[in-house]
Protein backbone atom coordinates (compact mmCIF):
# COMPACT_ATOMS: atom_id res chain seq x y z
CA UNK A 1 0.00 0.00 0.00
CA UNK A 2 1.79 3.23 -1.00
CA UNK A 3 1.81 6.29 1.14
CA UNK A 4 -0.04 9.15 0.01
CA UNK A 5 1.79 12.41 -0.71
CA UNK A 6 2.76 14.94 1.59
CA UNK A 7 1.42 18.17 0.38
CA UNK A 8 4.03 21.49 1.30
CA UNK A 9 2.77 24.43 1.16
CA UNK A 10 4.75 27.39 -0.14
CA UNK A 11 5.25 30.31 2.16
CA UNK A 12 2.97 33.12 0.06
CA UNK A 13 0.29 30.23 0.10
CA UNK A 14 1.12 29.80 4.07
CA UNK A 15 1.07 33.74 4.35
CA UNK A 16 -2.16 34.30 2.79
CA UNK A 17 -3.69 31.80 5.11
CA UNK A 18 -2.12 33.07 8.52
CA UNK A 19 -3.91 35.94 6.83
CA UNK A 20 -7.50 34.60 6.44
CA UNK A 21 -6.75 33.11 10.07
CA UNK A 22 -6.37 36.44 11.40
CA UNK A 23 -9.68 38.07 9.62
CA UNK A 24 -11.00 35.48 11.50
CA UNK A 25 -9.92 35.59 14.82
CA UNK A 26 -9.43 39.28 15.39
CA UNK A 27 -13.30 40.38 15.22
CA UNK A 28 -13.32 37.34 18.58
CA UNK A 29 -10.19 39.96 20.25
CA UNK A 30 -7.28 37.22 19.15
CA UNK A 31 -4.25 38.59 17.46
CA UNK A 32 -0.62 37.70 17.61
CA UNK A 33 0.55 35.31 14.50
CA UNK A 34 4.29 33.75 14.48
CA UNK A 35 5.67 32.39 11.33
CA UNK A 36 8.68 30.08 11.78
CA UNK A 37 11.21 30.53 9.15
CA UNK A 38 12.52 26.72 9.60
CA UNK A 39 11.96 24.98 5.78
CA UNK A 40 8.50 23.28 5.92
CA UNK A 41 7.90 24.18 9.60
CA UNK A 42 4.90 24.13 10.69
CA UNK A 43 2.43 27.39 11.06
CA UNK A 44 2.12 28.70 14.72
CA UNK A 45 -0.76 31.15 15.53
CA UNK A 46 -1.00 32.26 19.15
CA UNK A 47 -4.67 33.78 20.64
CA UNK A 48 -4.56 36.08 23.23
CA UNK A 49 -6.96 38.46 24.85
CA UNK A 50 -7.65 42.17 23.30
CA UNK A 51 -8.89 45.23 24.67
CA UNK A 52 -10.72 45.46 21.58
CA UNK A 53 -11.11 48.98 19.99
CA UNK A 54 -11.46 51.97 21.85
CA UNK A 55 -15.01 53.54 22.61
CA UNK A 56 -16.00 56.46 21.28
CA UNK A 57 -14.82 59.94 23.18
CA UNK A 58 -17.91 61.08 24.27
CA UNK A 59 -19.03 64.89 25.26
CA UNK A 60 -20.76 65.80 28.14
CA UNK A 61 -21.87 69.87 28.63
CA UNK A 62 -22.98 71.29 32.46
CA UNK A 63 -27.07 71.06 32.23
CA UNK A 64 -25.90 74.79 33.32
CA UNK A 65 -24.97 75.62 30.23
CA UNK A 66 -27.76 74.69 28.56
CA UNK A 67 -28.91 78.16 27.96
CA UNK A 68 -25.53 79.42 26.91
CA UNK A 69 -23.31 79.54 23.52
CA UNK A 70 -19.56 79.22 23.42
CA UNK A 71 -17.64 81.85 22.50
CA UNK A 72 -13.68 81.21 21.07
CA UNK A 73 -11.95 84.19 21.73
CA UNK A 74 -8.75 85.00 19.77
CA UNK A 75 -7.08 88.14 20.87
CA UNK A 76 -5.43 90.38 18.21
CA UNK A 77 -2.99 92.82 19.39
CA UNK A 78 -0.77 92.32 22.05
CA UNK A 79 -1.99 89.04 23.35
CA UNK A 80 -2.22 85.93 21.38
CA UNK A 81 -3.89 83.93 24.14
CA UNK A 82 -6.69 81.54 23.38
CA UNK A 83 -9.32 81.29 25.43
CA UNK A 84 -13.13 80.10 25.49
CA UNK A 85 -16.38 80.91 27.48
CA UNK A 86 -19.68 80.34 27.44
CA UNK A 87 -22.10 83.58 27.10
CA UNK A 88 -25.38 83.52 28.23
CA UNK A 89 -28.31 83.43 25.27
CA UNK A 90 -29.93 86.63 24.56
CA UNK A 91 -26.42 88.46 25.16
CA UNK A 92 -24.62 91.02 23.04
CA UNK A 93 -20.84 90.64 22.77
CA UNK A 94 -18.31 93.27 21.60
CA UNK A 95 -14.65 92.01 20.89
CA UNK A 96 -11.52 94.59 20.54
CA UNK A 97 -7.88 93.59 20.44
CA UNK A 98 -7.65 92.74 23.63
CA UNK A 99 -10.54 92.20 25.16
CA UNK A 100 -14.18 90.99 24.84
CA UNK A 101 -17.33 92.26 26.58
CA UNK A 102 -20.91 91.28 26.66
CA UNK A 103 -24.91 92.31 28.09
CA UNK A 104 -28.00 91.61 27.46
CA UNK A 105 -29.40 92.93 24.51
CA UNK A 106 -31.78 95.26 25.88
CA UNK A 107 -29.87 95.81 28.78
CA UNK A 108 -27.73 98.94 29.56
CA UNK A 109 -24.06 99.31 31.22
CA UNK A 110 -25.58 99.89 34.35
CA UNK A 111 -27.00 96.47 34.58
CA UNK A 112 -24.97 92.42 34.52
CA UNK A 113 -22.25 92.45 31.96
CA UNK A 114 -18.96 90.80 31.04
CA UNK A 115 -15.80 91.75 30.70
CA UNK A 116 -12.64 89.99 29.56
CA UNK A 117 -9.14 91.32 28.90
CA UNK A 118 -5.80 90.16 28.59
CA UNK A 119 -2.33 91.98 29.21
CA UNK A 120 0.86 91.17 29.28
CA UNK A 121 2.47 90.86 33.16
CA UNK A 122 5.06 92.20 35.58
CA UNK A 123 5.15 88.93 37.48
CA UNK A 124 8.04 86.15 36.79
CA UNK A 125 6.03 83.68 36.65
CA UNK A 126 2.21 82.99 36.87
CA UNK A 127 1.66 82.31 40.15
CA UNK A 128 3.42 85.84 41.07
CA UNK A 129 1.08 87.10 38.42
CA UNK A 130 -2.41 85.80 40.12
CA UNK A 131 -0.76 86.86 43.68
CA UNK A 132 -0.34 90.24 42.39
CA UNK A 133 -3.66 90.66 41.11
CA UNK A 134 -5.35 89.29 44.56
CA UNK A 135 -3.73 91.79 46.12
CA UNK A 136 -4.81 94.42 43.62
CA UNK A 137 -7.88 93.22 42.13
CA UNK A 138 -10.20 95.13 45.05
CA UNK A 139 -9.24 97.90 46.49
CA UNK A 140 -12.22 99.39 48.22
CA UNK A 141 -12.50 98.69 52.05
CA UNK A 142 -16.21 97.42 51.77
CA UNK A 143 -15.71 95.13 49.30
CA UNK A 144 -15.98 91.42 50.75
CA UNK A 145 -14.87 88.33 48.54
CA UNK A 146 -17.02 85.58 49.83
CA UNK A 147 -15.99 82.51 47.40
CA UNK A 148 -12.49 81.88 46.40
CA UNK A 149 -10.30 79.65 44.70
CA UNK A 150 -6.78 79.47 43.24
CA UNK A 151 -4.48 76.53 41.63
CA UNK A 152 -2.87 74.98 38.59
CA UNK A 153 -4.20 75.21 34.72
CA UNK A 154 -1.88 73.23 32.79
CA UNK A 155 1.80 75.93 33.20
CA UNK A 156 -0.49 78.69 34.43
CA UNK A 157 -2.40 79.66 37.33
CA UNK A 158 -5.59 81.01 38.20
CA UNK A 159 -7.92 83.12 41.44
CA UNK A 160 -11.52 82.36 40.67
CA UNK A 161 -13.77 84.85 43.12
CA UNK A 162 -17.10 85.60 44.15
CA UNK A 163 -17.07 89.07 45.91
CA UNK A 164 -19.72 91.80 46.86
CA UNK A 165 -18.56 94.97 45.90
CA UNK A 166 -17.95 97.98 48.00
CA UNK A 167 -19.16 101.42 47.20
CA UNK A 168 -16.48 102.68 44.90
CA UNK A 169 -15.61 99.89 43.26
CA UNK A 170 -19.45 99.51 42.57
CA UNK A 171 -19.35 102.84 40.64
CA UNK A 172 -16.55 101.77 38.59
CA UNK A 173 -18.40 98.75 37.68
CA UNK A 174 -21.00 101.21 36.54
CA UNK A 175 -23.73 99.86 38.85
CA UNK A 176 -25.95 101.77 41.15
CA UNK A 177 -25.88 100.08 44.27
CA UNK A 178 -25.80 96.57 45.58
CA UNK A 179 -23.49 95.00 42.70
CA UNK A 180 -21.41 91.45 43.28
CA UNK A 181 -18.87 90.07 40.90
CA UNK A 182 -17.88 86.49 39.73
CA UNK A 183 -14.72 86.11 37.90
CA UNK A 184 -11.38 84.61 37.56
CA UNK A 185 -8.06 86.04 36.40
CA UNK A 186 -6.03 83.31 34.67
CA UNK A 187 -1.94 83.69 34.53
CA UNK A 188 -0.69 81.61 31.09
CA UNK A 189 3.16 81.50 29.90
CA UNK A 190 3.40 82.02 26.31
CA UNK A 191 6.48 81.50 24.33
CA UNK A 192 8.76 82.96 27.50
CA UNK A 193 5.90 85.94 28.71
CA UNK A 194 2.98 85.55 31.22
CA UNK A 195 0.15 86.67 29.73
CA UNK A 196 -3.24 87.56 32.57
CA UNK A 197 -6.45 87.36 30.92
CA UNK A 198 -9.20 88.07 33.36
CA UNK A 199 -13.30 87.35 33.08
CA UNK A 200 -15.35 88.68 35.08
CA UNK A 201 -19.05 89.25 35.51
CA UNK A 202 -21.07 92.14 37.00
CA UNK A 203 -24.20 91.79 38.23
CA UNK A 204 -27.13 93.18 41.25
CA UNK A 205 -26.04 91.60 44.49
CA UNK A 206 -30.04 90.07 44.79
CA UNK A 207 -30.05 88.56 40.59
CA UNK A 208 -29.78 84.99 41.56
CA UNK A 209 -30.14 84.01 37.79
CA UNK A 210 -27.80 85.76 36.62
CA UNK A 211 -25.48 84.63 39.40
CA UNK A 212 -26.10 81.27 38.31
CA UNK A 213 -25.41 82.12 35.11
CA UNK A 214 -22.21 83.58 35.19
CA UNK A 215 -21.08 81.08 37.91
CA UNK A 216 -21.72 78.18 35.21
CA UNK A 217 -19.93 80.03 32.66
CA UNK A 218 -17.05 81.29 35.07
CA UNK A 219 -16.30 77.64 35.63
CA UNK A 220 -16.22 75.91 32.51
CA UNK A 221 -13.55 79.03 31.18
CA UNK A 222 -10.65 77.57 28.98
CA UNK A 223 -7.19 79.27 28.66
CA UNK A 224 -5.03 77.55 25.92
CA UNK A 225 -6.86 74.34 26.30
CA UNK A 226 -6.11 74.35 29.98
CA UNK A 227 -9.49 74.51 32.51
CA UNK A 228 -9.71 76.07 35.63
CA UNK A 229 -11.03 75.25 38.94
CA UNK A 230 -14.20 77.39 41.07
CA UNK A 231 -14.90 77.55 44.96
CA UNK A 232 -17.97 76.73 46.20
CA UNK A 233 -20.20 79.52 45.16
CA UNK A 234 -21.79 81.90 47.92
CA UNK A 235 -25.94 81.69 47.70
CA UNK A 236 -26.07 85.39 48.55
CA UNK A 237 -24.71 88.27 49.49
CA UNK A 238 -22.65 88.75 52.54
CA UNK A 239 -24.99 91.80 53.50
CA UNK A 240 -27.96 90.00 53.08
CA UNK A 241 -26.89 87.20 55.66
CA UNK A 242 -25.93 89.88 58.13
CA UNK A 243 -29.70 91.45 57.27
CA UNK A 244 -31.23 88.04 58.88
CA UNK A 245 -29.03 87.95 61.07
CA UNK A 246 -30.41 91.38 62.68
CA UNK A 247 -33.76 90.05 62.01
CA UNK A 248 -33.08 86.89 64.18
Not at 14 to 20: D, G, K, M, S
Not at 148 to 156: D, K
Amino acid sequence: MSTPPVRVWSRPVRAAAVAALIIAVSGCGLVGVRLSDEAGAPLRVDAQPTMGPEPEPTQTQDPALADQTLEHLRFSGSCPARATIHVPQGWTGNAAATSFNALPAEGGLDGPRLSVSCSDTYGSSASDAVAGSQRYQFTDPDTTVVAEHTGQAGPGYFWTFQADLGADETLGANGESGMSAIGSNVAYPIAGKVYEIRFVYYFSTGDSATRDLAAASIENITVEGASIGAPTWSDGSTAADDASDDDG
